[in-house]
């Protein structure tokens, strides 16, 4: 029961949470949907830099092209820079991705839920996945799974790569607050809700296509 209920909370990623428009800066409007639009490589890898050390995540566009397009996009508009891993579950997931300038940026993002792709790789140890909130509604949330979630894979979670170095850094990143974090707070308010509630939340440095 433990195991279905943790499942169903990634489900509510949150990634429609309602809040108010907020005037766009121009770091805001360079992390927008308009720009990011190009099409992924058949294979790729992206390096990860955390507060923990490195890991990287190899991408095979034909897993998932819808979700190997949008992860290619946000690591080159430095989407991920900066974003802390506010749900770390043991034995389950790590997840990450709202971006900490809060709803400056997310608010962008909101409408611009990818076509869901066939799951073609199950959600093994170590594969790589968008959350999502239902249909077509992955935005910019990833997940990596800590062990066999394979569960997953009939409620529509398509992995589209998978950490192939630096597994042992993943699942070292910081864990003692469980799935406590707020999406909602951290949707509104970025870092400086976490940073004020969740001090020791591990984060990432920087995020790049090395391939």
């Keep these: 029961m433990l ?10 990623s949150l990634a429609a949470a309602g809040c108010k428009s907020e005037p766009t800066s121009e770091k805001a409007s360079s992390l927008t949907p308009a720009k990011a639009t190009e099409t992924a490589p ?8 955390t507060s923990k050390g490195p890991f990287t995540v190899e991408v095979h566009r034909d897993w998932a092209p819808q979700g190997a397009d949008r992860f290619y996009n946000l690591v080159k508009l430095g989407f991920y ?10 034995g389950f997931v790590v997840q990450w991705g709202i971006h900490g300038d809060g709803n400056a940026v997310m608010q962008h993002w909101r409408g611009a839920g990818l076509p869901d792709d066939p799951v073609r790789q199950s959600n093994t140890e ?22 066999d979630n394979s569960r997953l894979d009939e409620m529509g979670f398509a992995t589209f790569g998978k950490v192939v170095d630096g597994m042992d850094v993943v699942k070292s990143l910081y864990s003692g607050y469980g799935q406590t974090p707020d999406q909602a707070s951290i949707q509104s308010q970025g870092n400086a809700y976490l940073e004020r509630e969740y001090p020791k939340l591990d984060y990432v440095k920087s995020a790049e296509i090395t391939k």
């Design 126 to 147: 170590g594969t790589v996945t968008f959350a999502m909130a239902g249909k077509s509604s992955r935005t910019t949330q990833i997940f990596v799974n800590l062990a």
């Design 42 to 49: 058949a294979e790729f890898k992206a390096r990860f830099t």
């Design 3 to 12: 195991k279905s209920s943790i499942a169903l909370a990634v489900l509510l």
């Design 81 to 90: 820079d900066g974003t802390r891993f506010f749900r770390v579950v043991p």
